[in-house]
């Protein structure tokens, strides 16, 4: 069964750094890039980052700078760095694998 769990958030203060992971099993986690998709309250979804096969990442232009994904395909585990946190950062966020989402974690940033 192919699974993604993601784990690591949090309330985090403005300014402050979380580490989200998504731990994924069921397919060969080293030959699939995987992505990160949050959901603002009240909002759609949003692209956030990505990471290819290969370890090459990219973020939206809202994160840039401040979020970056990375792979450790040793322990199938996807991140998401997170730093410089605003609170509009405030959202669910999911890993994806093409049509295969985890159930999300919630991120939380408020003083």
């Known amino acids: 069964e192919v699974q993604l769990v993601e784990s690591g958030g949090g309330l985090v203060q403005p300014g402050g750094s979380l580490r989200l992971s998504c731990e994924a099993s069921?397919?060969?986690?080293?030959?699939?890039?995987m992505s990160w998709v949050r959901q603002a309250p009240g909002k759609g979804l949003e692209w956030v980052g990505a990471i290819n096969s290969y370890g090459s990442s990219y973020c939206a232009d809202s994160v840039k700078g401040r979020f970056t994904a990375s792979r450790d395909n040793a322990k199938n585990i996807a991140y998401l760095q997170m730093s410089s946190l605003k609170s509009e950062d405030t959202a669910v966020y999911y890993c994806?694998?093409?049509?295969?989402w985890g159930q999300g974690t919630q991120v939380t940033v408020s003083s």
């Open positions: 069921g397919f060969t986690f080293r030959s699939y890039a």
């Open positions: 994806k694998q093409r049509t295969i």
